[in-house]
């Protein structure tokens, strides 16, 4: 109606103008109701004509779509394993922080296993200390081996020297017995060092990585002990929260509840714009948003990217072929909006409809050298007649709640 209007003032007006004016002709004597179409017949073809070329221009040019949305994330509430549940700390709804619990379940199970494991490395630690001690017992083991692998070997040089200076003086029997003494007694040195590597080697290697295996069971029952506890992933509000003390969950069940996350849809919008308009929207443009959430407020957007692909072309493989009339819809070109200025959108319900308007801007094609006079006026002329769509855009945002409480019999 608006751009009916306003093509009339460039075409019936004048054509009224001429006849009254040059022609002499007056409403209501040679221009009347059965007169009219005779009369300002090029007036009014022109105005249809000019009407429907700028109703085109402008759905074009400057697209709206009402399929617009703030869209958010729901994160489920789920715990990592099976269980009854032994203490519930949220209500149906409650707003809830970072990291708090929100239900936890009976770990009976996982509290034994938890201090099965600290009870294990307590284990390999007074292990430690008795290996340690017998490292000490092993040293001195050597040192007494060694005093009396000496002594034998003294006692063997003496008799061994008295023999050679008067043989016959020591028995030959005597002297090995000492020789066996000797060697056996070295043996025992060898046995003793040996007995001291093995125990070095228990203190340095072996129990430490007892050790480290009984604390990566600790820090597994620490694991699972902690899975008992639901916490909240991020700070937000819990919603249609009904799980009660003895409820048996698990991963595979339905969700105890969903986690709003605080701030979700307050980042941008996503708006379906009919096919045709998929040459027009660029990342980049100028758009403008009404919502029904926050009445008689233009919040100033701006286009971030535009989805390459038509989301009702998706198909699933399977044992039919895809029949293209089976597509009761046809899909739309998805557009992420973020508000121009921080905080655009506070105010405005996460979930909200909203109209938007998206405006093509040429001022880049203007402002270039090789653009021709004629070109440049038709691009002043494209861009000047987004001002009308915001004008209805504004119309709208105006009478939403009217259509929306008193028309729509609510």
């Not at 249809?48 to 958010?72: D, N």
């Not at 714009?273 to 403008?288: D, N, R, S, T």
Request: hydrophobic letters at 45%; aromatic letters at 6%; proline letters at 4%.
């Amino acid at each position: 109606m608006l751009e009916l209007f306003l093509c009339s003032l460039l075409t019936i007006f004048p054509d009224y103008l001429y006849r009254r004016y040059v022609q002499g002709k007056r409403i209501g004597k040679e221009i009347t109701l059965f007169s009219v179409w005779f009369e300002l017949r090029w007036g009014i073809t022109a105005c249809l004509m000019l009407t429907v070329s700028l109703i085109t221009m402008i759905f074009y040019f400057h697209p709206s779509t009402s399929s617009a949305m703030l869209f958010f994330r729901t994160v489920p509430i789920l715990p990592e394993t099976s269980g009854r549940v032994a203490e519930v700390h949220l209500d149906f709804t409650a707003p809830v922080a970072k990291d708090a619990v929100i239900f936890r379940l009976d770990g009976s199970k996982q509290e034994a296993a938890l201090e099965t494991a600290r009870l294990k490395i307590a284990e390999v630690d007074a292990a430690m200390v008795a290996a340690q001690s017998d490292v000490a017992k092993a040293e001195a083991q050597i040192q007494q081996a060694k005093s009396d692998y000496k002594q034998a070997l003294d006692e063997l040089e003496v008799k061994s020297e008295l023999q050679r200076r008067n043989p016959g003086i020591v028995p030959q029997r005597d002297i090995d017995k000492l020789q066996v003494l000797a060697d056996g007694r070295r043996s025992a040195v060898d046995a003793a060092i040996a007995t001291k590597q093995s125990a070095e080697s228990r203190v340095s290697t072996l129990l430490p990585a007892e050790k480290a295996s009984a604390q990566a069971v600790l820090d597994q029952a620490k694991v699972e002990y902690d899975k008992t506890f639901v916490r909240a992933g991020v700070a937000g509000r819990v919603e249609q929260f009904q799980l009660r003390v003895g409820d048996v969950v698990n991963p595979f069940m339905r969700p105890a509840g969903i986690l709003i996350p605080e701030g979700a849809g307050q980042r941008g919008l996503q708006a379906g714009f009919a096919q045709i308009e998929a040459q027009v929207l660029k990342p980049g443009m100028v758009a403008e948003a009404a919502c029904i959430s926050k009445p008689w407020t233009i919040v100033p957007m701006v286009i971030t990217s535009v989805q390459d692909y038509i989301a009702a072309g998706q198909f699933r493989g399977g044992e039919q072929l895809v029949e293209a009339q089976n597509v009761a819809r046809p899909g739309t070109i998805l557009a992420f909006l973020e508000p121009i200025y921080k905080g655009g959108l506070e105010g405005v319900t996460a979930g909200s409809s909203c109209i938007v308007n998206a405006y093509t801007s040429n001022h880049e094609k203007i402002s270039a050298k090789d653009t021709g006079t004629l070109h440049a006026i038709a691009l002043h002329t494209i861009d000047a007649v987004g001002l009308v769509h915001a004008m209805l855009l504004r119309i709208q945002a105006l009478l939403l709640p009217i259509k929306t409480l008193v028309l729509s019999g609510h």
